[in-house]
């Protein structure tokens, strides 16, 4: 059993390591469009395992990225 205490805000100004793990890097997402500060997400590239346009459906729905490095 896991249990879950919300917060009010989420800061963000942080970095998480995705190792290349698309579940990681959905749940950084997540985080990130709720964050007060921007929340940068290394090795995210995993993502195409199970939705390769991820986020550039993001983009689409109106989030702000910016791919700082590619493969």
């Known amino acids: 059993m896991i249990e879950i205490e ?3 805000e989420i800061r963000g100004g942080c970095e998480i390591d995705a190792l290349n793990d698309h579940r990681i890097v959905m ?6 469009l709720s964050a007060r500060e921007s929340v940068t997400i290394i ?3 995993g993502i195409s395992k199970s939705w390769p346009t991820f986020i550039w459906d993001l983009e689409r729905l109106g989030a702000e990225v910016r791919i700082l490095n590619s493969p």
């Open 27 to 32: 749940m950084g997402v997540i985080g990130a």
């Open 43 to 45: 090795n995210w590239e």
């Open 6 to 8: 919300g917060v009010n």
